[in-house]
């Protein structure tokens, strides 16, 4: 007999249960692996982890590509990084991460903060986006010579700051450059570009070639339930749905250009061109792309790195920074 210690009022299937004595049990989450200081042997990118705050607990694993006598001195462009994984999985210092950056570093050549911000359910949004904020305020102190972080300091351009995300992390994105918009970050720094990939979006009505059936029993919808039950207007809280009421416009994002991707067999395929299209027609003043590619499903380019489409994702995100 099952004692009451072990009953589970919340399972979120293959995911995740939550136990009634409050213990989580994340069945989907891969192996935390450690940084590689002195230089991955596969890519040659060297990575460290820091702390950014104490209380709340945030913190980052960095990534630097590797140098040469060629190019030692130049200044790279800096992309702060937020995981996916539906605001209650994994992790920037998880072996799927720690391995799709460490790849797309060494290709694109650009200095990377994979920021590990605070989960579901112990901590309920709105903490991971108070998280990932406090980690971009962290990261533009650094422009004036305020911050401890030399790699920062030595090897990032303030001028060419991107903010970037999968999933869950896209919708992060999304929401750290409305606020942007609103609010200034230390320094007088600007977010040149924003990349959202399969981005995290929803809302209590269907659009596209989503089931109508059964639309409240969907996993995005689950989900945000989950992660942020308290939330005004629910699944359709402007953080989630982009386009509900009292939703900010986006008229108002605070970065210069966008890069918005998609998947053909992405559940949310329709959802992230459903948010390009309304970017575009917002009256924004930045240039806004949209990248598709078809016959692949979900984050198919973190879970399978060396597959043809999976590089012509980070090619295409290399051309998008440096343009």
């Known amino acids: 007999m099952t004692s009451t210690t072990e009953e589970v009022p919340i399972e979120l299937l293959p995911f995740i249960r939550v136990y009634k004595n409050g213990s989580v049990e994340r069945l989907e989450d891969t192996p935390i692996v450690p ?24 913190s980052a694993r960095l990534y630097l ?15 702060v990084y937020f995981h996916g994984g539906g605001f209650f999985l994994e992790s920037a210092f998880s072996s799927l991460y720690h391995r799709y950056l460490n790849n797309l570093v060494s290709q694109v050549h650009v200095l990377t903060i994979s920021v ?10 709105p903490a991971a986006y108070e998280d990932c904020w406090a980690a971009l305020q962290w990261v533009a102190s650094h422009s004036a ?16 700051i991107f903010i970037g995300g999968d999933s869950a992390g896209a919708n992060i994105v999304h929401n750290m450059a409305i606020r942007a ?14 990349y959202l990939a399969h981005s995290y979006f929803w809302s209590s009505k269907p659009i596209g070639a989503e089931p109508k059936e059964g639309h409240e029993k969907s996993l995005p919808y689950l989900f945000w339930n989950f992660v942020y039950p308290s939330v005004t207007g629910g699944v359709d809280n402007p ?11 986006l008229a108002g994002l605070g970065c210069d250009r966008m890069l918005v991707c998609v998947a053909g067999k992405d559940l ?10 309304m970017v575009r027609k917002s009256g924004w003043k930045g240039d806004v792309e949209l990248f598709e590619v078809e016959e692949e499903d979900h984050i198919f380019h973190i ?16 051309s998008f920074i440096f343009e």
């Open 65 to 79: 590509p590797k140098l040469t006598a060629h190019n030692q001195n130049q200044k790279l462009p800096i992309l």
């Open 181 to 194: 918009g609103v609010e200034s970050l230390p320094c007088g720094v600007k977010i040149l570009g924003a």
């Open 145 to 160: 010579g305020n911050g401890k972080e030399p790699w920062l300091i030595n090897n990032g351009d303030f001028q060419r």
């Open 35 to 58: 940084p590689s200081p002195d230089q991955d042997l596969e890519t040659g990118v060297s990575s460290k982890d820091i702390t950014i705050s104490e209380n709340p607990s945030i």
């Open 268 to 277: 949310m395929k329709d959802r992230g061109v459903w948010y390009f299209d």
């Open 239 to 249: 953080m989630v749905n982009p386009e509900g009421p009292g939703a900010p416009s």
């Open 116 to 125: 590990e911000y605070r989960l579901a359910p112990e901590h309920l949004l």
């Open 303 to 318: 879970c399978n790195i060396e597959t043809q489409n999976a590089q012509a994702m980070v090619k295409r995100m290399g």
